[in-house]
């Protein structure tokens, strides 16, 4: 993996691959290169993925990778903000896994990152639409200003939800200073 703190998107990998059954549906929010939407796709063969990002480039690079994938799992891509991700229907099914992989496209334009204020609508409209057993998995990148500001806001709204309903749990490689974090937000039956 070309990623320099690979670890957290490893351990992302790992429980998505855990929860997810071949039929569900999920949600990349931020599909960026499409590292996370193939991932995705080869875990639902017979399921369905939507995936947004905000970059005409990122749309084009994610149908590339999968490209050589085609066939299984139902790929949709959508030029929109992950803020209004709900405008795009008719969901096949309630999403068992909505994915976070917030911040800007390595290598990329670093301005184009994902914003405190539209990460935070997203995950209110995410919360409530995922299905009874469904879950989020939110990676953070506090390496960068606004970054550091999103990751706070997003932890400060996991550590409100209530525990009688929510499992949450934070992952963050503590050895290196900013490193990226990785939260999963699963709903408890
Ligand atoms: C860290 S990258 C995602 C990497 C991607 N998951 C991959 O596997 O390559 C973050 C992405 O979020 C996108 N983004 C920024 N603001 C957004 C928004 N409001 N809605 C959707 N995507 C957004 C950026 O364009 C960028 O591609």
Known sequence: MKHPYAPHLALAHTYWKKHLLPTDFAIDMTCGNGHDTLVLHQLLPEGEVFAFDIQ????????????????????????????????????????????????????????????????????????????????????????????????????????????????VCLHRWINRVDAPSLRWVGRKL
């Open 56 to 167: 005409p480039s990122a749309l084009q690079n994610t149908e590339e990778r999968l490209q050589a994938h085609r066939g299984g799992c139902k790929v949709r891509l959508f030029l929109h903000s992950h803020a209004n991700w709900d405008e795009a229907h008719p969901l096949p099914q309630a999403p068992r896994l909505i994915v976070y992989n917030l911040g800007y496209l390595p290598g990329s334009d670093k301005t184009v990152t994902t914003q405190t204020a539209s990460t935070l609508q997203s995950l209110a409209k995410a919360i409530a639409a995922l299905s009874i057993d469904g879950a989020l998995s939110i990676t953070c990148y506090p390496g960068h200003l606004i970054g550091k500001q999103e990751e706070k806001a997003v932890l400060d709204w996991a550590s409100e939800l209530p525990s009688a309903k929510w499992e």
